[in-house]
């Protein structure tokens, strides 16, 4: 792999897109929500099974971008074994990132208490300068609050939903 971060952050699209981890359907899920971005035509079915307030087994399917289709891939497993409120916290650490909240660098940000399994995801810190593709990023982090919420789909186009965030065009 290569230091470059553009180049690191390509190499990490291109592998979870083309083996995605936890792809495919979950059966006995307590967890389900599904996600749209209509802008794009991401469109996402996400379960999880909770026990004793633990993410045990997570999964995604359906069609998406490759940007989409990644973050799915690294959300799974960066949220598998952790209670479900270290599971928001990396939600909220992860949509704060991506959208440009989060204006310290992940790996370097001691003082805020970044949340455990953000170092990975940071690949995705410069999406931000892409707003075009940050729902793209952001969408199976929505839907897995969605499903969390107990709500049964997200979008982030939607004006209820607690998590979104008006990007311009984007």
């Known amino acids: 792999m290569s230091s470059d971060p553009t180049s690191l952050y390509q190499e ?3 592998d979870h897109n083309k083996k995605p981890r936890n792809f ?3 059966e006995h899920a307590t967890h389900h929500a599904e996600g749209l971005n209509p802008l794009c035509g991401d469109h996402i079915h996400l379960d999880v099974a909770l026990t004793d307030d633990a993410i ?3 999964a995604f399917r359906g069609e998406s971008c490759a940007i989409c289709k990644a973050s799915a891939s690294m959300m799974t497993m960066a ?3 952790k209670t479900r409120v270290e599971a928001e916290q990396l939600v909220h650490a992860f949509v ?3 959208t440009g909240r989060d204006a310290a660098p992940v790996e ?3 003082a805020r208490a970044v949340p455990a399994g953000m170092a990975r995801l940071s690949v995705f810190s410069g999406i931000k300068d892409l707003p075009m593709r940050v ?3 952001i969408l199976p982090w929505h839907t897995l609050q969605a499903a969390f919420d107990s709500v049964a789909s997200a979008s982030t186009e939607d004006q209820n939903d607690p998590m979104h965030i008006p990007l311009g065009d984007a």
Do not use: F, N, P, Q
């Open 108 to 110: 370097t940000d001691k």
């Open 56 to 58: 045990e087994r997570i």
């Open 135 to 137: 729902k793209c990023a």
């Open 24 to 26: 495919g359907a979950l």
């Open 12 to 14: 990490v699209i291109l």
């Open 79 to 81: 949220v598998k074994g």
């Open 96 to 98: 704060d990132m991506a």
